[in-house]
């Protein structure tokens, strides 16, 4: 007798709560790059690009990650919405961060931002 086991598939999202330069990306590279889809902000410049690529996620049940600054509630409240609408487990990702770090860091970096945005 063939038995099939199907693992479950929890649709996931993650959402990333910290200010530039407190290891975000760093840390979706380490642990989410294989598994989850980014959006980004940074990488998908506009709203409308970042609109599709969620359609896209909840619609194939993607896991994925919203890797932006996300610091005030009425922020995250938008992609927390779209994921309880679409039966999504939401997972936050506080990055507690030393502003003086999080400037160094930042002054390394190859797209390094104006130092006002971290403070």
């Given amino acids: 007798m063939l038995r099939v086991v199907l693992k479950n598939k929890t649709m996931e999202m ?7 330069a407190s290891g975000k990306s760093s840390f979706y590279k380490e642990l989410f790059f294989n598994s989850h889809i980014r959006i980004s902000m940074d990488l998908l410049n506009t709203r409308n690009k970042e609109g599709k690529l969620l359609q896209y996620c909840f619609e194939t049940q993607s ?11 009425k922020c995250r409240k938008k992609y927390i919405e779209l994921a309880k ?3 999504y487990k939401v997972i936050g990702y506080y990055f507690e961060s030393n502003i003086q ?15 006002i945005g971290i403070n």
């Fill in 14 to 20: 993650n959402i990333f709560i910290g200010i530039p």
């Fill in 63 to 73: 896991k994925m990650v919203i890797d932006n600054t996300n610091v005030t509630k």
């Fill in 101 to 115: 770090d999080c400037v160094i860091r930042n002054k390394n970096r190859k797209d390094s931002i104006n130092e």
């Fill in 85 to 87: 609408q679409n039966n």
